[in-house]
């Protein structure tokens, strides 16, 4: 028994709050059983990396537990919200692995029913027309350590609030001459509850239901009520929601019928270093031509993280390791890139890619002879075969690896020096060759025959291991170098220096390579499709490029993470100096 009651903690142990909330609702039988989520996107921008968290969580709860999740388009504010959005937010949930099942509900194809549930708050004295302005409602609203003002309408009988309500709908009135208020508490410490607006009027065509109504709920007006109305078990959002929740409650409590009731959940928002994550910015960037569009792979937008070259495996998986909390903090891009070179490791195709070429001709193989050697597609997955790659007399090798006079631990090619051509020879450095202005032009070798496949043939051992392309077989690509897009941790972090986000922008964080070449092997490659350049990277065919003229890549992330590794550094010096001092 002791045994079975450590497992039971144990499992309690490793599930989240959510997940525990929920297993004590199933276990309780409550709502008979179901569970139902919702993802609410509201339609005025793209989705990005901290909405692909709560697409994992909202998804990935209802697949445990044999539940379902609708997607609900928070569509009540008819000023921002566009089609373009509407479409881009379905590829990418769909792109990411998640599927609603058809349902893909509007709360704008609830406006009738929640215009209902107001008249019904008004005929139970909990609702009143308010004819001060919106400016005036917010400065009657106290602060919170002092009670605000109630309004002098706030008393309006029942009837003469429903007379006013309809001719609000009907149209009788111009903007900000009534507004639907609440009647809760102006002296609650919950600004919230403070005789909140829940309609107001706007004359303003909705992109779904045109010029049908000329008044919209108010968020919180809407947000339960659509749950509600769509049978919602566990409404999860995040934390800054949790001061709305006792009004979520209070307008269900006044609202609903039964006993059913959906129960908002709050958990922390997901921040990433070195980017932002509001949609408003995000916009500012795309309007003002910083990036080239939403999909831009610089973005933390999905589709920037897809054009850029991410999994949505990846993204699934980073989202799991992140877990969820109730607390805000900005996790490391390190961790992402992790989950993204993971699964790319097990994935993709290994080719050999120079990005910065400079000639090798090797002096002793003949002029019109060339070869197939064999190479493996991915150490990690024998089952991906070989290919085979040709060889030449004259092949391209990274311009940094030559050094006409390395220093100290610089191991691969110098004069004189032997390195290995991965699965091709063994080369020697006999000679260089520059132009006027002393740039290196070629990079004379000889090879050892006897050491084809890149074996030694006499146990003799070379430090260096370089890639290389055959240079008649050469396929000259673009190659797109990203990096961060902000140059502080947090860019939302602004002083007297820098007003405005944007003045942490890096203004290095795209470097385009138009000369790139590449094996033969990548000529049928495809938009999307992805590769690690041996020594250098992942990296995947744009989008948007047309393979048949030139193939472009975006480098999805470097093989290493050189940024956690300065980061560490940066963190660890200090620890250096003390253990110094007690080595003493
Ligand atoms: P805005 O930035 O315009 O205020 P938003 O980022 O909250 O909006 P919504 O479209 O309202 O965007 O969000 C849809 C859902 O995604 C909401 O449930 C919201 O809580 C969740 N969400 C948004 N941003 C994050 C984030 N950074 N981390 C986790 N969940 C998020
Ligand atoms: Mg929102």
């Known amino acids: 028994m002791a045994n079975n009651e450590k497992n039971e903690e144990g499992k309690k142990k490793s599930l989240n709050f959510i997940e525990q909330i929920i297993e004590e609702d199933l276990s309780k039988n409550k709502n008979g059983g179901r569970i139902h989520t919702r993802f609410p996107p509201e339609p005025n921008g793209f989705l990005h990396i901290g909405h692909a968290k709560s697409i994992c969580l909202n998804f990935g709860l209802a697949g445990k537990y044999n539940g379902k999740t609708n997607l609900r388009f928070d569509d009540t504010n008819p000023l921002k919200e566009e089609q373009v959005y509407i479409d881009s937010i379905k590829e990418d949930i769909h792109w990411l692995g998640f599927d609603w099942e058809g349902r893909e509900y509007y709360a704008s194809d609830y406006f009738e029913r929640l215009y209902e549930f107001a008249e019904k708050l008004i005929k139970q004295g909990k609702a009143f027309v308010c004819e001060m302005t919106p400016d005036e409602i917010k400065n009657s609203r106290g602060t919170p350590t002092e009670p605000g003002k109630e309004s002098p309408y706030r008393d309006r009988p029942v009837e003469e609030n429903l007379d006013l309500f309809r001719r609000m709908k009907e149209g009788e009135f111009p903007e900000g001459r009534y507004q639907l208020r609440a009647k809760i508490d102006m002296s609650s410490p919950n600004m919230h509850l403070r005789d909140p607006v829940l309609y107001r009027i706007r004359h303003m065509a909705h992109p779904r239901t045109g010029d049908e109504w000329c008044i919209y709920p108010m968020y919180d007006m809407a947000h339960g009520q659509c749950d509600y109305i769509e049978g919602i078990t566990h409404s999860l959002c995040t934390m800054e929601f949790e001061v709305h929740r006792p009004l979520y409650d209070w307008l269900l409590d006044h609202i609903a019928e039964g006993d059913y009731r959906p129960r908002q959940i709050e958990f922390a928002r997901l921040n990433l270093g070195y980017t932002v994550m509001s949609k408003r910015k995000l916009l500012q960037l795309v309007e003002d031509g910083t990036v080239d569009g939403w999909d831009d792979p610089r973005m933390p937008t999905i589709s920037g993280l897809r054009r850029r070259g991410y999994t949505p495996a990846s993204i699934r998986d980073f989202s799991e390791r992140v877990g969820i909390a109730k607390r805000d903090n900005i996790i490391d891009m390190a961790l992402l890139e992790n ?54 007399r004259e092949i391209f090798i990274e311009r940094n690896d030559f050094m006409e006079e390395p220093p100290k631990k610089f191991f691969r090619l110098a004069p004189g020096r032997e390195v290995r051509l991965r699965y091709a020879y063994f080369i020697t450095c006999e000679d260089v060759v520059k132009d006027a202005s002393g740039e290196i032009t070629e990079i004379r070798c000889t090879y050892d025959p006897s050491s084809r496949g890149g074996q030694s043939p006499d146990g003799r051992k070379v430090k260096g291991t370089l890639h290389w392309v055959s240079a008649k077989h050469a396929i000259p690509v673009e190659v797109r170098q990203y990096d961060r897009l902000f140059m502080t941790e947090d860019p939302d972090k602004v002083d007297e220096e820098r007003k405005d986000f944007r003045a942490n922008l890096n203004p290095d964080s795209l470097h385009i390579l138009e000369n790139c070449m590449l094996e033969p092997f990548i000529k049928d490659a495809k938009p999307e499709d992805k590769f690690q350049f041996e020594r250098k990277g992942y990296f995947c065919v744009d989008r948007y490029c047309d393979p048949h003229k030139k193939l472009v890549f975006n480098r999805t ?9 300065i980061a560490k550094q940066q963190k660890q010096q200090p620890k250096k100096q003390k253990n110094k001092q007690k080595n003493k």
């Open 339 to 392: 989950s993204l070179r993971e699964d790319l490791n097990k994935k993709a195709q290994r080719v050999m890619g120079v990005l910065d070429p400079v000639k090798v001709v090797i002096t002793n193989y003949p002029e019109n002879e060339e070869e197939e050697l064999d190479a493996v597609n991915n150490p990690e997955d024998e089952s991906m075969g070989k290919r085979e790659v040709p060889f030449s």
């Open 557 to 565: 992330v470097t093989l290493k993470d050189t940024w956690a590794k």
